[in-house]
Nanobody
Framework: QVHLVESGGGSVQAGGSLRLSCATSGYSHSSYCMAWFRQAPGKEREGVAS???????KYTDPVKGRFTISRDDAKNTLYLQMNNLKPDDTAIYFCAATRGRFCRGGFPLGDFADWGQGTQVTVSS
């Protein structure tokens, strides 16, 4: 059974940084596409960043140059380094996993079979 657990959320001021972690179990995360999503109050869940089995990464435009997705295969952990945070980044952040090697563009929600419980990120101005 796949199990994803996020951590690392918190409250920061604009311009600050946070690193989110997603510990995985029951899943060979290096073999599949994984991603980070976020959902702000009153808004739809949106894809933020993805990484596939070849470590190819994709980002949504608002976070390009500020966020970095990575993984540590030895620790079975997915990361999201978030720098220069903005109030618009405030949301619950989720990690998600597919059963495919490659990530399709546009972060289609239906591709992701497993989800973590989420971690709150709050950025104040």
């Amino acid at each position: 059974q796949v199990h994803l657990v996020e951590s690392g959320g918190g409250s920061v001021q604009a311009g600050g940084s946070l690193r989110l972690s997603c510990a995985t179990s029951g899943y060979s995360h290096s073999s599949y596409c994984m991603a980070w999503f976020r959902q702000a109050p009153g808004k739809e869940r949106e894809g933020v960043a993805s990484i596939d089995s070849d470590a190819i990464t994709k980002y949504t435009d608002p976070v390009k140059g500020r966020f970095t997705i990575s993984r540590d295969d030895a620790k079975n952990t997915l990361y999201l380094q978030m720098n220069n945070l903005k109030p618009d980044d405030t949301a619950i952040y989720f990690c998600a996993a597919t059963r495919g090697r490659f990530c399709r563009g546009g972060f289609p929600l239906g591709d992701f079979a497993d989800w973590g419980q989420g971690t709150q990120v709050t950025v104040s101005s």
